[in-house]
Nanobody, 123 residues
Framework: QVQLVESGGGLVQAGGSLRLSCAAS????????MAWFRQAPGKEREFVAA????????YITNSVKGRFTISRDNAKATVSLQMNSLKPEDTAVYYC????????????????WGQGTQVTVSS
Protein backbone atom coordinates (compact mmCIF):
# COMPACT_ATOMS: atom_id res chain seq x y z
CA GLN A 1 0.00 0.00 0.00
CA VAL A 2 1.10 3.59 -0.62
CA GLN A 3 0.01 6.81 1.04
CA LEU A 4 -0.18 10.02 -0.99
CA VAL A 5 -0.23 13.58 0.36
CA GLU A 6 -0.69 16.57 -1.92
CA SER A 7 0.40 20.13 -1.23
CA GLY A 8 0.81 23.40 -3.04
CA GLY A 9 -2.73 24.39 -3.86
CA GLY A 10 -4.13 27.85 -3.26
CA LEU A 11 -5.70 30.95 -4.73
CA VAL A 12 -4.07 32.56 -7.75
CA GLN A 13 -5.07 35.13 -10.33
CA ALA A 14 -5.60 34.15 -13.93
CA GLY A 15 -2.29 33.96 -15.74
CA GLY A 16 -0.45 32.97 -12.60
CA SER A 17 1.37 29.79 -11.67
CA LEU A 18 1.24 27.11 -9.00
CA ARG A 19 3.27 24.01 -8.35
CA LEU A 20 1.55 21.03 -6.80
CA SER A 21 3.52 18.31 -5.09
CA CYS A 22 2.56 14.82 -4.00
CA ALA A 23 4.65 12.93 -1.48
CA ALA A 24 4.39 9.15 -1.40
CA SER A 25 5.19 6.77 1.41
CA UNK A 26 4.82 3.07 1.86
CA UNK A 27 5.85 0.72 -0.89
CA UNK A 28 8.64 1.67 -3.31
CA UNK A 29 7.56 4.68 -5.31
CA UNK A 30 9.07 3.43 -8.55
CA UNK A 31 6.55 0.60 -8.58
CA UNK A 32 3.76 3.03 -9.44
CA UNK A 33 2.60 4.83 -12.52
CA MET A 34 1.58 8.29 -11.28
CA ALA A 35 -1.05 10.76 -12.37
CA TRP A 36 -2.89 13.93 -11.50
CA PHE A 37 -6.65 14.28 -11.77
CA ARG A 38 -8.95 17.16 -10.96
CA GLN A 39 -12.57 17.56 -10.02
CA ALA A 40 -14.56 20.76 -10.27
CA PRO A 41 -17.84 21.24 -8.36
CA GLY A 42 -20.65 19.33 -10.02
CA LYS A 43 -18.33 17.65 -12.50
CA GLU A 44 -16.74 14.24 -12.82
CA ARG A 45 -13.14 13.65 -11.91
CA GLU A 46 -11.00 14.17 -15.00
CA PHE A 47 -7.52 13.18 -16.05
CA VAL A 48 -4.91 15.95 -16.18
CA ALA A 49 -1.48 14.36 -16.56
CA ALA A 50 0.45 11.15 -16.00
CA UNK A 51 4.04 9.98 -15.91
CA UNK A 52 5.71 6.64 -16.37
CA UNK A 53 7.63 4.85 -13.63
CA UNK A 54 11.00 6.00 -14.95
CA UNK A 55 9.73 9.49 -15.67
CA UNK A 56 10.77 9.42 -19.31
CA UNK A 57 7.23 9.40 -20.72
CA UNK A 58 4.51 11.89 -19.86
CA TYR A 59 0.89 12.30 -20.89
CA ILE A 60 -0.94 15.61 -20.75
CA THR A 61 -4.59 16.23 -21.49
CA ASN A 62 -5.25 18.60 -24.36
CA SER A 63 -6.91 21.33 -22.29
CA VAL A 64 -3.71 21.96 -20.32
CA LYS A 65 -1.08 21.00 -22.87
CA GLY A 66 1.61 23.65 -23.14
CA ARG A 67 0.68 25.06 -19.72
CA PHE A 68 1.08 22.14 -17.31
CA THR A 69 4.10 19.88 -16.82
CA ILE A 70 4.31 16.69 -14.78
CA SER A 71 7.53 15.38 -13.29
CA ARG A 72 8.68 12.90 -10.67
CA ASP A 73 11.67 12.39 -8.42
CA ASN A 74 11.95 8.71 -7.58
CA ALA A 75 14.71 9.33 -5.04
CA LYS A 76 12.44 11.65 -3.09
CA ALA A 77 9.25 9.71 -3.86
CA THR A 78 7.47 12.79 -5.15
CA VAL A 79 5.48 13.74 -8.22
CA SER A 80 4.84 17.35 -9.16
CA LEU A 81 2.53 19.29 -11.40
CA GLN A 82 3.78 22.67 -12.59
CA MET A 83 0.84 24.78 -13.68
CA ASN A 84 1.45 27.96 -15.66
CA SER A 85 -0.87 30.43 -17.37
CA LEU A 86 -3.70 29.33 -15.13
CA LYS A 87 -7.28 29.98 -16.18
CA PRO A 88 -10.48 30.21 -14.13
CA GLU A 89 -11.59 26.92 -15.70
CA ASP A 90 -8.61 25.21 -14.03
CA THR A 91 -10.32 25.74 -10.68
CA ALA A 92 -10.81 22.34 -9.05
CA VAL A 93 -9.62 19.99 -6.37
CA TYR A 94 -6.48 18.31 -7.69
CA TYR A 95 -5.72 14.72 -6.76
CA CYS A 96 -2.56 12.69 -6.99
CA UNK A 97 -3.06 9.02 -7.90
CA UNK A 98 -0.94 5.89 -8.16
CA UNK A 99 -1.47 2.84 -10.31
CA UNK A 100 0.12 -0.59 -10.21
CA UNK A 101 -0.76 -0.87 -13.86
CA UNK A 102 0.18 1.37 -16.78
CA UNK A 103 -1.15 4.42 -18.56
CA UNK A 104 -4.82 5.11 -18.24
CA UNK A 105 -7.01 8.21 -18.15
CA UNK A 106 -9.73 6.45 -16.19
CA UNK A 107 -9.88 7.10 -12.45
CA UNK A 108 -10.94 3.50 -11.91
CA UNK A 109 -7.53 2.31 -13.07
CA UNK A 110 -5.79 3.95 -10.13
CA UNK A 111 -5.32 2.13 -6.87
CA UNK A 112 -4.35 4.87 -4.42
CA TRP A 113 -5.41 8.49 -4.04
CA GLY A 114 -4.40 11.50 -2.05
CA GLN A 115 -6.87 13.66 -0.17
CA GLY A 116 -6.76 16.43 -2.78
CA THR A 117 -5.65 20.04 -2.78
CA GLN A 118 -7.82 22.99 -3.81
CA VAL A 119 -6.73 25.21 -6.68
CA THR A 120 -8.77 28.36 -7.23
CA VAL A 121 -8.05 30.68 -10.15
CA SER A 122 -9.72 34.09 -10.01
CA SER A 123 -10.51 36.11 -13.11
Amino acid sequence: QVQLVESGGGLVQAGGSLRLSCAASGRPFIMYFMAWFRQAPGKEREFVAAISRSGDTTYITNSVKGRFTISRDNAKATVSLQMNSLKPEDTAVYYCAASRSSYSESPTSYDYWGQGTQVTVSS
